[in-house]
């Protein structure tokens, strides 16, 4: 059944359509504000016990009518609008500046200095910083990883960005004067978002992007501006929040942990470390360990510690609120994180062995943007006012009928006659994507991807297809665009068909998906590039035959193994009114059962200093699951029991695996360097919020990191810390 009404349907059907849309909102605006429970829901009949909208009427006190969701949802509208008449913007660079501007300073455990904290949330007096107080919270090795850099943004309300930095010039940027205000529009013909629409960083688009390199490490100080009063949210999301920098390489305490929220009029200081993999146990004795290294100023490298072979790349970061980080994401909580090293440094002319020389630029001595873009995908929905739409109701997962890029909806991006690099998000919550490239006349063309989830493969693949994109996956490309003359335009098309937010349906065939034969509106065509010049110098980058050979595992034997299945009709065991969730989705580890998500409960322990092997199972075949494991990538043994069927894109390092439907996928791990408590869930984010998503820990690698570790219980007031709600058998 189609998600959404066709383009024909009767103006009567869009009508009530419209009317269910709008009743289910009410349920949604109640929840988000706290005045409904999960239980309610289940309690009034509203939910059923797969966790689908009843179809039932007259059992909601806050509306008159409830309508299911039966996949005949209104459109939104376009307001006349088609595609690819607005440029696509470059991301928004955010400032690099010295520690010192912070006030106050950063300091190694929280700053419990008190404030006043607004009547709405409860009054009395609280702490300036919602990082949790005392030494298990505290930065892990501050004093020998002192901040160089320092970021601050503040989540907010939409408003009109009046400092946008796209870091090129216009001519790179499709024409965009970036000194020009701009206001808060998925399109520039479209209404402008109000407040309580949209929360981004700094409550702007587009995008924001932060720049990094290896051994210097930076302090990037959130801010919490969202209104207190949790009724200002248009209906969806939460004020309070937890930055999770997906699959960095630091402590829990900087990870953005479920439960290590915070509130408005706070902040919290994420100390990101920027080091290598095994900076405190590889050994660098190898014939290339000299790659172990990160750009200068000057255009020349230094050496920092650790497995080069362990070096990532393209990062991004986002909101992780417990129950609530499909909405908070969908609203605009979501960035992203380019790091730079001596083998990826952002500059495409240094040849001294270890540059890769990938398309970049050559302006600055790293971190060039010019041929190196960022690409955020993210499908949306707007009711018929324009305003940005959210809906709960199918806990299988919310998908949008408008896709985006950087968004912005499907734009057109100008390009010179060169080799670039795109670096690809899905930023979706619920949507796969399966992209390709094509001409004007439907037919596909090479591209070749050269990184997978922020980690540069062993070596190049060429495709016409790229494999299904699970939210949070990464897919860095490389299209050469000299093949091309000028006036020509090319496509990047999704192949990847839904009728509901399980997965993708079927994956069509370019000609079909280009010519918009889909029921599906967020197959076909999304973003145009045009050709439109030569480059002004030529082109010096390249793509080499071997980028980042993986880690040699051989001498670090695995000490156990682990089984975690994915799936549904999960139990709950523990009833903590903060840390424990129902839901329909859960995770049954060690050959127990299926459980819902508790932030409190240890389900899983590895020994500090160790490599595992964790078995993935998902337990369905009617659905996919992209299954997220913080703090350290691993590297993919088999898919269904065998190595053979693990594809060549698949054969580096990853931070989200993909089980497809009914499968499994077989991955190894270390355990090393930082310690404390991590996530594991499900990153179609509908599946974690409800409750697909557990909690693991590494607590023994000597002070403060003892078993069990306590768990945070954060207010506005302060955060206090109970025993966990549970610990698994086989856990430790």
């Keep these: 059944m189609p998600v959404y009404l066709p383009p024909n349907a009767s103006r009567a059907r869009i009508i009530e359509a419209e009317r269910a849309r709008d009743n289910r909102r009410e349920i949604i605006r109640e929840r988000s504000w706290g005045r409904v429970t999960r239980r309610d829901l289940f309690k009034w009949g509203l939910f059923t016990s797969a966790g689908l909208l009843a179809p039932i009427n007259g059992l909601n006190p806050f509306i008159p009518r409830a309508f299911a969701d039966d996949g005949n949802i209104p459109r939104s509208p376009l307001f006349g609008v088609q595609p690819f008449t607005q440029p696509m913007p470059r991301f928004d660079v955010l400032a690099r500046n010295a ?214 790349g393209t990062h991004w970061f986002h909101d992780h609120m417990f129950s609530f980080t499909a909405p908070n994401i969908y609203k605009g909580n979501v960035a992203m994180l380019n790091i730079y090293s001596g083998v990826d440094r952002g500059h495409e002319e240094i040849e001294d062995g270890v540059n890769l020389r990938l398309p970049s630029g050559t302006t600055y001595g790293w971190g060039n943007l010019d041929y190196d873009v960022n690409l955020m995908l993210a499908d949306k929905a707007f009711d018929r006012n324009g305003q940005l739409l959210f809906d709960i109701f199918n806990d299988d997962g919310f998908l949008g009928d408008v896709v985006t890029v950087n968004l912005a909806y499907k734009p057109y991006f100008e390009v010179e006659r060169r080799k670039y690099r795109f670096r690809i998000l899905n930023g979706a919550v619920a949507r796969f994507f399966k992209i390709a490239l094509a001409n004007a006349s439907g037919s596909a063309q090479p591209m070749t991807q050269i990184a997978n989830d922020g980690n540069l493969l062993p070596k190049p693949v060429v495709l016409t297809a790229l494999d299904e994109q ?82 040699d595992l051989s001498s670090v034997p695995f000490v156990r193994e682990r089984t975690f299945v994915f799936g549904r009709d999960a139990q709950q065991t523990t009833f903590d009114p903060v840390s424990s969730f129902r839901g329909p989705w859960g995770i049954a580890t060690g050959g127990g059962n299926t459980l819902a998500a508790d932030f409190g409960r240890i389900s899983a322990a590895p020994r500090y200093g160790t490599r595992e092997v964790w078995h993935l199972v998902n337990d369905g075949g009617g659905w996919d699951h992209p299954i997220h494991i913080h703090f350290e990538e691993g590297r993919i043994l088999a898919r269904n029991g065998s190595a053979s069927r693990v594809p060549a894109w698949e054969r580096g390092r990853k931070d989200v695996y993909r089980l497809r439907p009914g499968g499994t996928v077989t991955l190894t791990m270390q355990f090393r360097d930082w310690g404390g408590m991590f996530m594991e869930h499900c990153h179609n984010t509908t599946h974690e919020d409800n409750a697909m998503l557990l909690r693991w820990e590494i607590d023994d690698g000597g002070e403060p990191f003892l078993a069990p570790l306590p768990t945070p219980i954060p207010t506005p007031q302060g955060v206090t810390f109970e025993p966990p709600t549970d610990i698994l058998l086989k856990a430790y």
């Excluded at 069509?508 to 998906?513: K, S």
Aim: charged fraction near 20%; include cysteine.
């Design 470 to 551: 699970g939210i949070a996956e990464r897919y860095d490309i490389v299209i050469d665009f000299s093949k091309y003359q000028i006036d020509e335009k090319l496509y990047l098309v999704n192949l990847a068909e839904h009728e509901d937010g399980r997965g993708p349906k079927r994956d069509l065939l370019v000609g079909d998906a280009f010519a918009g034969s889909s029921s599906d509106p967020g197959v076909g065509r999304f973003l145009e590039f045009r050709v439109v010049r030569d480059p002004a110098r030529p082109d010096a980058s390249r793509v080499p035959d071997t980028l980042i050979p993986n880690p």
């Design 99 to 312: 520690v010192s501007t912070l006030n106050p300073q950063p300091t190694a455990e929280a700053n419990q200095t008190q404030q006043v904290v607004d009547p709405l949330l409860g009054g009395g007096t609280g702490p300036i910083e919602g990082r949790p107080p005392g030494n298990v919270w505290a930065h892990q090795r501050f004093a020998d990883y002192v901040p160089k850099v320092a970021v601050e943004a503040t989540q907010a309300p939409a408003t009109t960005n009046l400092t946008y930095n796209p870091a090129v010039p216009s001519s790179l940027n499709s024409g965009i004067n970036a000194a020009a205000p701009m206001p808060l529009k998925f399109h520039r013909q479209w209404p402008t978002q109000n407040p309580e629409s949209v929360w981004t960083f700094n409550g702007t688009i587009p995008p924001k992007l932060l720049q990094a390199r290896y051994g210097e490490p930076v302090l990037f100080r959130h801010h919490n501006g969202l209104p207190v009063d949790i009724r200002q949210n248009g209906g969806f999301g939460i004020h309070t929040i937890s930055t999770h920098e997906h699959n960095g390489h630091h402590g829990a305490e900087n990870d953005g942990f479920a439960g290590a929220f915070f509130f408005p009029n706070q902040f919290y200081d994420y100390h990101w470390p920027f080091v290598l993999a095994g900076h405190y146990s590889y050994n660098q004795t190898g014939p290339d360990d000299y790659k172990a290294c990160t750009p200068n100023d000057a255009g020349g490298t230094d050496p920092i510690p650790g497995d080069w072979h362990e070096t990532m």
